[in-house]
């Protein structure tokens, strides 16, 4: 059964697997869902509606699930949905979404989001990102996997960042940061690839080396956006054409050469706020 401080508020209507552990002075709302193995550190807070999946973490003072700020918000019953392995350092605040959107605010599985970071209404993350402290998201922003955002990154509402790109400290994210750019400045410029973050995660040479002709076509070509984009599909074409695969199996965190365009060529189709430039 759940272990429960004394000294820990848990609403009645809340629900609590096994195994979940609820510190001292810890508060925990109703229609909030706690999976098993997670933790509620002390005077941490989660309110409802929420789901919490398996072995999260929420460390002191760090506020899950609270309503947005947004001065359009009437109270709706929106919602958060954590899914599993999240670490959610001290004075986190997450919020829930709101109905201007789909009412909810997502974030997938083993990120790591440290101390003083803010995660706004209506805020997609997905699965193994990295947010530095004091890390800042606008409402209905979007990160890919495994994404880094180094401290004090300030993301504008609406911006998307794709899958493996990395910002650096104090970064301010004006537009949207395609996948595997490297970004850093205010406002924001791309500063290369993330080479190294693809070689830590498997990315074979081969891959990394069409990225960097990637980056190429869309930086350093002078053709305009819809012109790199066409230049990449047609590149995409002729690799699903070939039919090529890794000579080598991959681990999950990486991608064969088609998929790791494909990733590219998928993102640039949907920009709505401009490319970093």
Not at 100 to 122: E, K, L, P
Not at 260 to 272: G, N, S
């Amino acid at each position: 059964m759940a272990r429960i401080h004394r000294s820990a508020c848990v609403d009645p209507g809340a629900s609590l697997d096994d195994d979940v552990e609820v510190g001292p002075f810890a508060v925990v709302g109703a229609g909030v869902r706690i999976g098993a193995g997670t933790r509620i550190l002390a005077h941490a807070t989660v309110e409802g509606p929420t789901t919490l999946g398996r072995n999260n973490v929420v460390h002191p003072h760090a506020t899950i699930g609270g309503p947005p700020q947004d001065k359009k918000y009437r109270g709706e019953p929106t919602t958060l949905e954590i899914g599993d392995g999240n670490t959610f350092r001290e004075c986190v605040t997450v919020n829930r979404g709101t109905v201007q959107d789909a009412g909810v605010t997502r974030i997938g599985d083993d990120n790591w989001i440290m101390a003083y970071v803010h995660v706004a209404h209506d805020c997609r993350i997905g699965s193994h990102a990295i947010l530095a402290n004091t890390t800042n998201l606008g409402g209905h922003v979007e990160l890919g996997d495994w994404v880094i955002l180094g401290g004090c990154t300030q993301v504008h509402q609406f911006c998307k960042v794709g899958a493996h790109a990395m910002t650096g400290t104090g970064t301010i994210v004006l537009h949207d940061v395609p996948p595997y750019v490297m970004a850093s400045g205010n406002p924001s410029a791309p500063h290369g690839l993330n080479s190294e973050g693809l070689k830590r995660r498997g990315f074979d040479a081969d891959t990394v080396a069409l990225l960097r002709r990637a980056y190429r076509t869309l930086y350093r070509s002078e053709l305009t956006l819809a012109q790199a984009r066409g230049q990449l599909e047609a590149q995409l074409a002729e690799l699903d054409a070939a039919g090529a695969a890794p000579a080598t199996p991959l681990p999950p965190s990486a991608l064969g050469q088609a998929d790791a365009l494909r990733l590219l060529t998928a993102f640039l189709a949907r920009v709505e706020r401009g490319l970093v430039r």
